[in-house]
């Protein structure tokens, strides 16, 4: 048997099927969620509607990114990982490229494509921690310290962090916070530690909301009031700040067991055929609103079974991985999918704050689904090569 083929065979494919089922289930919904957006009469006549064309369009892009996916699978880890430094370096110009251009989503268009460079900054970041963990403890042993690994993981993570809630993305910038506090975990930060910083953390809350969140973000400090005031029943204008987390909350709450049904109408009692869930970010940032209405309970159900499934799937490659640069970096994928998705449908039942953030695989976000298989593409690659040790460690034993 040629090393392709074992490697072919050698996937974890329960994990490549439930990727495609989500993304063929987010083909179907994003024809549904954009359906009533206004396109050009060109559009119109070669798609037949604006939903059609964004889910041909979505279509485009898990084309590229399955390429992406099984190069980046066949590919050793541990080559990607030399990516790590430059990668992340890319990202920050186009971050603060992005930071410069007047555009209200930070959005950057080059050679075509439009793209949040925000997405680049956590893929870049996670691949530079997993390296930077296994790589400089055996430059010399003062970064094997419990206080040199927080200082790699904190700065690294601090950067990105500080630019992105700069440009008032506050989804976006959420997401470092599961990644660094995985990241802490897995990197063999100890429990005294953890426990310090958390405490340190909790003391700052108070000037992070107070004084630097109104700073950084006009809507910030204004979601989350308005997500405080209607957990505690008190009463908000709802043709106002209160508008988007009702109406998407009424639309998943209102779903029932069966739902209202795939490209449901206003007849039939769908909200978002009504208007009321916002159109211009419902096949994207509310694709689960839209999910919830059309499905129903049981298909949040099977949704959450299948991004649990994923997620899982992405613990056991961790547990089974051959060295600390592949656990930390399927630990620190899990960590990414699992903010993505818990903020995504968090935010349409009231358990967050109003956040713009797309759920991974499902919501029309051009290179963000390339992104996320990439990412997935790489945790395949840790459990393809978990039995081949690399040069380094043919030596005496890792004691990380």
């Known amino acids: 048997m040629t090393p392709f083929l074992r490697k072919i065979l050698g996937m974890n494919w329960p994990l490549v099927f439930v990727m495609y089922a989500l993304l063929v289930c987010g083909v179907f919904v994003i024809e549904s969620a954009a359906r009533h957006l206004s396109v050009s009469t060109d559009i119109l006549a070669q798609y037949g509607s604006a939903g059609a064309y964004y889910a041909a369009m979505q279509k485009q892009w898990i084309v590229l990114g399955s390429a992406v996916f099984f190069a980046t699978?066949?590919?050793?880890?541990?080559?990607?990982?030399w990516l790590g430094i430059p990668f992340y370096g890319v990202s920050l110009v186009l971050m603060a490229m992005a930071m410069a251009a007047d555009d209200k989503v930070h959005r950057l268009t080059m050679f075509g494509f439009s793209f949040q460079p925000a997405q680049l900054g956590v893929a870049s970041g996670i691949i530079l921690i997993a390296w930077l963990l296994q790589a400089l403890p055996k430059a010399h042993r003062w970064f094997g310290a419990p206080a040199a690994r927080i200082a790699i993981i904190g700065g690294v993570a601090a950067l990105p962090f500080l630019m992105v809630m700069k440009m008032g993305d506050m989804g976006s910038a959420l997401v470092w916070a599961p990644v660094a506090i995985v990241a802490l975990i897995?990197?063999?930060?100890?429990f005294r530690y953890l426990t310090f910083i958390g405490f340190i953390a909790a003391g700052l809350l108070p000037l992070l909301y107070f004084i630097a969140l109104p700073l950084v973000s006009e809507r910030g400090p204004e979601r989350i009031d308005t997500w405080l005031r209607m957990l505690r029943g008190k009463p908000v204008d709802i043709s106002a700040e209160g508008y988007a987390p009702h109406h998407i909350s009424m639309a998943v709450g209102k779903a029932d067991w069966k739902g209202v049904g795939w490209k449901a109408t206003a007849e039939d009692g769908s909200l978002h055929?009504?208007?009321?869930?916002p159109r211009?970010?419902?096949?994207?940032?509310?694709?689960?609103?839209?999910?919830?209405?059309?499905?129903?309970?049981?298909?949040?159900?099977?949704?959450?079974?299948?991004?649990?499934?994923?997620?899982?799937?992405?613990?056991?490659?961790?547990?089974?991985?051959?060295?600390?640069?592949?656990?930390?970096?399927?630990?620190?994928?899990?960590?990414?999918?699992?903010?993505?998705?818990?903020?995504?449908?968090?935010?349409?039942?009231?358990?967050?704050?109003?956040?713009?953030?797309?759920m991974p695989l499902m919501s029309y976000s051009g290179t963000f689904v390339v992104i996320c298989m990439f990412l997935l593409g790489l945790l395949q690659s840790v459990w393809i090569h978990r039995k081949t040790m690399p040069a380094e460690t043919t030596g005496p034993a890792e004691t990380a």
Not at 186 to 190: C, D, H, Q, Y
Request: charged share 15%; proline share 3%; with cysteine.
């Open 280 to 358: 211009d970010t419902a096949h994207n940032d509310y694709i689960y609103a839209v999910f919830a209405e059309e499905m129903g309970f049981r298909g949040s159900l099977l949704l959450l079974t299948s991004f649990a499934i994923l997620m899982i799937a992405g613990l056991y490659v961790a547990f089974y991985s051959r060295d600390v640069c592949g656990r930390v970096l399927a630990s620190l994928i899990v960590a990414l999918f699992f903010a993505h998705v818990f903020e995504s449908i968090g935010m349409c039942v009231l358990l967050l704050p109003i956040t713009g953030i797309p």
């Open 73 to 81: 699978a066949l590919v050793d880890y541990r080559w990607i990982r």
């Open 273 to 277: 055929a009504k208007g009321f869930i």
């Open 186 to 190: 897995v990197g063999g930060a100890p």
